[in-house]
Antibody
Framework: QVQLQESGPGLVKPSETLSLTCTVSGGSISSSFWSWIRQPPGKGLEWLGYISYSGSTNYNPSLKSRLTISVDTSRNHFSLRLSSVTAADTAVYYC???????????WGQGTLVTVSS | EIVLTQSPATLSLSPGERATLSCRASQSVRDYLAWYQQKPGQAPRLLIYNGISRATGIPARFSGSGSGTDFTLTISSLDPEDFAVYYCQHRSNWPFTFGGGTKVEIK
């Protein structure tokens, strides 16, 4: 059973860079696709982007210029960096991955990131 | 970007009743559609994938139907643990998107 755990600062100042890491256990990051999804408080879900085990990425066009997703196979984790954040980036950030269905069957518990000075 | 519109926004039902949730896509997503359940403070849980297939461990009272632009999630008889928010999501082409959600609340 794959398990995912997000980690990173819970508070980021406006205009700075939000950085989160998702640690994968119970499975190898050297397979499948690894995604970041966010959910502003009280709102719906937004798929930010994903990275494959080979390092190829796909980013949501709404964030493309600010978003970087990377993978570290030696540490079995993948990361998100979102630059030039504003209050609109305040959200619970989830990492997630597929199972055999090719849909998001495994999710982290989510981490709330607040953008505020 | 494909927009998924879910209706109704809120469904007020009693335990034991049948719930019918709708998801409409702005263009065809073929059968590349999933349904998720989310409870407060929890991550979403995959229920249905490819329109009609139940995910691992999902009870038979959950069923999905549809293809193209119109999809339905049916809960045949609501269990108290089924009161939650439900989202549809497509993976037809990037960016993959979610619908706005339907909240199933206790009447």
């Amino acid at each position: 059973q794959v398990q995912l755990q997000e980690s990173g600062p819970g508070l980021v100042k406006p205009s700075e860079t939000l950085s989160l890491t998702c640690t994968v256990s119970g499975g190898s990051i050297s397979s499948s696709f690894w995604s970041w999804i966010r959910q502003p408080p009280g709102k719906g879900l937004e798929w930010l982007g994903y990275i494959s085990y080979s390092g190829s990425t796909n980013y949501n066009p709404s964030l493309k210029s600010r978003l970087t997703i990377s993978v570290d196979t030696s540490r079995n984790h993948f990361s998100l960096r979102l630059s030039s954040v504003t209050a609109a980036d305040t959200a619970v950030y989830y990492c997630a991955t597929y199972d055999h269905s090719n849909y998001l069957a495994y999710w982290g518990q989510g981490t709330l990131v607040t953008v505020s000075s | 970007e494909i927009v998924l519109t879910q209706s109704p926004a809120t469904l007020s039902l009693s335990p034991g009743e049948r719930a019918t949730l709708s998801c409409r896509a702005s263009q065809s997503v073929r059968d590349y559609l999933a349904w998720y359940q989310q409870k407060p403070g929890q991550a979403p849980r995959l229920l249905i994938y490819n329109g009609i297939s139940r995910a691992t461990g999902i009870p038979a009272r959950f069923s999905g139907s549809g293809s193209g632009t119109d999809f339905t999630l049916t809960i045949s008889s609501l269990d108290p643990e089924d009161f939650a928010v439900y989202y549809c999501q497509h993976r037809s082409n990037w960016p993959f998107t979610f619908g706005g959600g339907t909240k199933v609340e206790i009447k």
